[in-house]
């Protein structure tokens, strides 16, 4: 039988004593959270009024082990729109629970966020995707959940959310309509996608018939992570999009010669990263026309 002195280093009260570090060492009350991938950190480059913290400085806080994976939590301010950025986030592969994983999205929900925003790197599945091309994550599929390695596992505490979270709506369709409008006005509807992502724990990348496998089961790319932050955003009720830059073409064929590379994902990052960063701050600029349009929405009925 489970009871609360049995929880791991996830409890309310830990991530409430970690949230507490952070408000008491900046002024800033984000709303909006961003987690950037392999070879994004840059996303947080253009944050005016920065502060930063080590992830090793912040007491309870899991520490990243991945290149392409800074290690740094940034405050500041896009636009004028209050903002926390990720710079790094840690994965089920590198040793972690899923619970240490995730153990940021809780944090951001304890000190006000409402919005966040995760981006990560992956391999297209879908033969239309192109190494450099943008996916609007549309829904997900979860394969280590089915499992059992999910984080929402174990006794909930209803302080975070309900025992049994719907994730049919888990990204935010608003927030979609948004990012692809965003894109269409700075001109990269040529590389801008909506579609599923899939979940694998890696460290690995797939195999040629387990790539084949996902692509029949609906998948348009594949990674390493996001899912659980997804899930446990859900659960916390934050409104999530999720962003995934194609970094490599996944192998689908048994003659193709090409072997995928995580020195292969940092480069594409690299190559989209500003294109990326622009359309991450034009849509927080923006950020306030969801709560408009859903006002219109409302009184037109």
Not at 66 to 85: M, N, Q, S, T
Request: aromatic share 8%; with cysteine.
């Amino acid at each position: 039988m489970h009871t609360k002195e049995k929880c791991c280093c996830c409890s309310f009260e830990n991530v409430k004593e970690t949230t507490d570090w952070l408000l008491s060492r900046t002024r800033h009350r984000p709303k909006i959270a961003v987690v950037c991938g392999s070879g994004l950190g840059i996303l947080a480059d253009g944050v005016t009024n920065k502060q930063t913290f080590s992830y090793e400085d912040i007491p309870n806080f899991p520490v990243s082990t991945v290149p392409g994976h800074e290690g740094r939590l940034v405050f500041g301010y896009v636009k004028d729109k209050a903002c926390v950025f990720m710079q790094g986030r840690v994965h089920l592969y590198e040793g972690y629970t899923l619970c240490k994983v995730t153990y940021p999205v809780r944090i951001f929900k304890l000190m006000g966020v409402e919005t966040i925003i995760v981006t990560n790197a992956s391999g297209g599945l879908c033969e239309d995707y192109k190494v450099g091309d943008i996916m609007i994550i549309k829904d997900h599929i979860n394969l280590p959940g089915f499992a059992g390695q999910h984080p929402l596992c174990g006794p909930n505490d209803e302080r975070f959310g309900i025992r049994f979270p719907c994730m049919s709506d888990a990204y935010s369709k608003d927030l979609r309509k948004l990012a692809l409008s965003v894109g269409s006005d700075l001109g990269y509807s040529n590389f801008i996608r909506e579609g599923v992502y899939c979940m694998v724990s890696g460290p690995n990348f797939e195999t040629i018939a387990e790539a084949r496998m996902l692509h029949i089961l609906g998948s348009d790319s594949v990674g390493m992570s996001t899912v659980p932050e997804v899930t446990v955003a859900k659960h916390a009720g934050l409104r999530v999009l999720g962003i995934s830059l194609i970094t490599n073409k996944v192998s689908l064929d048994y003659s193709r010669e090409e072997k995928a590379n995580h020195e292969e994902v940092l480069e594409t990052g690299q190559m989209r990263a500003e294109m990326l960063q622009k359309l991450l701050q034009t849509l927080i600029s923006r950020y306030d026309q969801l709560d408009s349009n859903q006002m219109e929405s409302l009184n037109s009925h």
